[in-house]
């Protein structure tokens, strides 16, 4: 599959904390890095993720916002 996003780190699932509705899928991309990603408890399901797992994390995003 290729992708338009440019933006892909691939790591390993640290954790999964799935709650009824959304899911916090910790992932480790190494250097002592770990991204978070909220993602429906349904792709959890979907796509079996669980602590271990290789998967690579897409980032497409038209805007970023930092406060401080």
């Given at each position: 599959?290729?992708?338009?996003?440019?933006?892909q780190?691939?790591?390993?699932?640290a954790?999964v904390?799935?709650?009824?509705?959304?899911?916090k899928?910790k992932i480790d991309?190494?250097g002592?890095?770990v991204?978070t990603?909220?993602v429906?408890?349904e792709t959890?399901?979907?796509?079996d993720?669980?602590?271990?797992?290789s998967?690579v994390?897409?980032?497409k995003s038209?805007e970023?916002i930092?406060?401080?």
């Amino acid at each position: 599959m290729q992708l338009s996003a440019r933006n892909q780190l691939k790591g390993t699932v640290a954790s999964v904390d799935k709650g009824p509705v959304s899911a916090k899928v910790k992932i480790d991309i190494g250097g002592g890095n770990v991204i978070t990603s909220v993602v429906t408890a349904e792709t959890v399901e979907d796509l079996d993720l669980k602590a271990g797992d290789s998967v690579v994390a897409i980032i497409k995003s038209s805007e970023v916002i930092i406060g401080k």
